[in-house]
């Protein structure tokens, strides 16, 4: 296991093995924590590590914050700049993964959110491929359901509703697929365990609404925009139902971990021709430049270290 060398944690940059809570915290009994997943990329020919849209991650961790009533004086610049800070102290030279974490940290009982201390760290390591195959993954439509906004809201990133993916991803890995593919209790296809899903028929690039029950992902908004800008497609948000994914000509996922992730067969049937088609192909290829600060034309989106 890599394990960090720091973290930030109660306000300092300490060393790993300092960030440490106790099994009565409140956010690890009662899954009352938002988190976020961060990559920063490393460019050789720079030979320099650069953050993807911090700032973008950071204001919806602070958002998703909101929901569970927690309140902080950080802003997504100064979240961003200890990040910075944090990676200077690792001095990483590859790929990583940054994972920042809101919390619930007192040691008592009693389900709430009021009236609790909040606390937030952040820790990153390094980081590869996410899925064993992102040109060909292997996906199959959940039974489970996705958790509903009026239950806990997907739209935060909120700990305790991992388990609704966890119990997804397990489900479909133990049976053989690589990917589960969740509903919203309405039918609709709302997300992937850990990524939003993007759909293209007759060319026109389609995802479901932020209201089906998604999280709000940046990735998404990235290449929403990039295939609206890079590749002059039509994007459309809207419902997408069950069986329009066995007929569609591509299917792909997006996420920071996952990145850009064509799926190629669901539940046994091939998407479209059974290989990564080219509108994710085009995708990645730019994507990976972009992120990798090669592409001066986005290069707001990305913060040196
Ligand atoms: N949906 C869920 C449930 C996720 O956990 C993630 C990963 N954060 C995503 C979508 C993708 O979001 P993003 O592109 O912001 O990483």
């Excluded at 990040?83 to 389900?111: F, H, M, N, Q, S």
Aim: charged fraction near 25%; glycine fraction near 6%.
């Amino acid at each position: 296991m890599n394990l960090p060398k720091f973290a930030y944690f109660q306000g300092q940059i300490v060393p790993y093995t300092q960030a440490k809570v106790g099994v009565l915290t409140h956010a690890l009994n009662y899954g009352t924590a938002v988190f976020g997943g961060i990559r920063a990329y490393w460019n050789d020919s720079e030979q320099q590590l650069f953050i993807f849209r911090p700032v973008d991650h950071y204001r919806r961790l602070l958002n998703s914050s909101r929901l569970l009533h927690m309140t902080f004086t950080h802003t997504p610049d100064s979240l961003t700049q200890l990040t910075v800070e944090l990676l200077r102290e690792e001095a990483y030279r590859c790929d990583i993964y940054i994972r920042p974490l809101a919390y619930k940290a007192d040691e008592a009982i009693g389900v709430k959110l009021h009236g609790l201390q909040d606390e937030l760290t952040i820790a990153a390591i390094p980081f590869d491929n996410y899925m064993r195959d992102d040109t060909d993954v292997k996906a199959t439509i959940s039974n489970w359901r996705r958790v509903d906004d009026n239950a806990i809201p997907a739209r935060g990133k909120i700990s305790g509703a991992y388990a609704n993916s966890a119990l997804a991803k397990s489900d479909a890995q133990l049976s053989g697929f690589d990917e589960a593919l969740v509903l919203t209790q309405e039918g609709h296809l709302s997300e992937g365990s850990a990524m939003n899903v993007f759909m293209v028929r007759d060319d026109v690039v389609i995802t479901p609404p932020v209201t089906d029950n998604i999280l709000e992902g940046i990735t998404r908004r990235t290449a929403m925009e990039l295939v609206k800008n890079e590749l002059g497609l039509p994007v459309v948000e809207r419902p997408i139902d069950r069986t329009e994914l066995y007929i569609c000509d591509e299917l792909f996922m997006t996420g920071s971990a996952a990145q850009i992730v064509a799926i190629t067969k669901v539940d046994y049937r091939p998407v479209g021709k059974g290989e990564m088609g080219p509108v994710a192909g085009k995708l990645r290829e730019i994507f990976d430049g972009i992120v990798r600060a090669k592409n001066p034309k986005y290069a707001h989106w990305n913060v040196e270290v």
